[in-house]
């Protein structure tokens, strides 16, 4: 039972550039998240997600996008990085009946 | 929509003592108050959590206390041991049961 996995760990980006981010969870939860923590500051939510299918704007979606196409995968995608998208990206997956997030262990991304 | 505040930003204690992280919120609907502790390099990882019919909830070192009327909730570790030093957030989950509000972390330094 891995619970929630981050890919890629570590990212350097070019200003301009584009990635995707993925996350996939195999505790078969309803809800997903995408959050950014960047030094000093809590966690900010990007975008999130309540079921296969559908996204919803969190607290700082500028300059980000997200699909679920699959219950257990949640994709963030940046398509034209700036410095200002440096940052610690976390994912984390919860059950529909409310409760506790699962983190996944990050994905540290430096746009230069 | 929810707003939940936490103090103090940073706390330094002696081996041995105990810690105390407050937080407040603002949504009278939320209904469930999750700790988490986020080691250096990590992701948060969930430590306790509280629903809103409970006052109090204990688990060996550390303890939650809400405070429904008042609109905060507190935890306390007893017997710091330096393995506890870390970054701790508290959340709340609002009415809606989709998503947490996190507060902005407290940095918990134990002393030797």
């Known amino acids: 039972n891995a619970g929630v996995t981050q890919t890629p760990k570590f990212r350097v980006l070019k200003t301009g550039q584009s990635m995707t981010l993925l996350c996939a969870q195999d505790m078969n939860h309803e809800y997903m998240y995408w959050y950014r923590q960047d030094p000093g500051m809590g966690l900010r939510l990007i975008h999130y997600s309540v079921g296969e299918g559908t996204t919803a704007k969190g607290e700082v979606p500028d300059g980000y996008n997200v699909s679920r196409l699959k219950k257990q995968n949640f994709l963030l995608g940046l398509e034209s990085a700036a410095p200002s998208q440096t940052s610690v990206y976390f994912c984390?997956?919860?059950?529909?009946?409310?409760?506790?997030?699962?983190f996944g262990s990050g994905t540290r991304l430096t746009v230069v | 929509g929810e707003n939940v505040e936490q103090h103090p930003s940073t706390l330094s204690v002696q081996e041995g003592d105990s810690a105390v992280i407050k937080c407040t919120y603002s949504?009278?609907?939320?209904?469930?108050f999750p700790w988490y502790k986020q080691e250096l390099g990590k992701g948060p990882q969930l430590i306790i959590d509280i629903r809103s019919n409970v006052g109090e909830k204990k688990d060996q070192r550390i303890a939650v206390t809400l405070n429904k009327t008042a609109k905060h909730f507190s935890l306390h570790i007893t017997e710091t041991q330096p393995e506890d030093s870390a970054v701790y957030f508290c959340?709340?989950?609002?009415?809606?049961?989709?998503?947490?509000?996190f507060g902005g972390g407290t940095r918990v330094l134990v002393k030797p």
């Open positions: 949504d009278s609907a939320s209904n469930y």
């Open positions: 984390a997956s919860s059950h529909k009946t409310g409760g506790g997030y699962t």
């Open positions: 959340a709340a989950l609002g009415a809606a049961g989709n998503k947490l509000t």
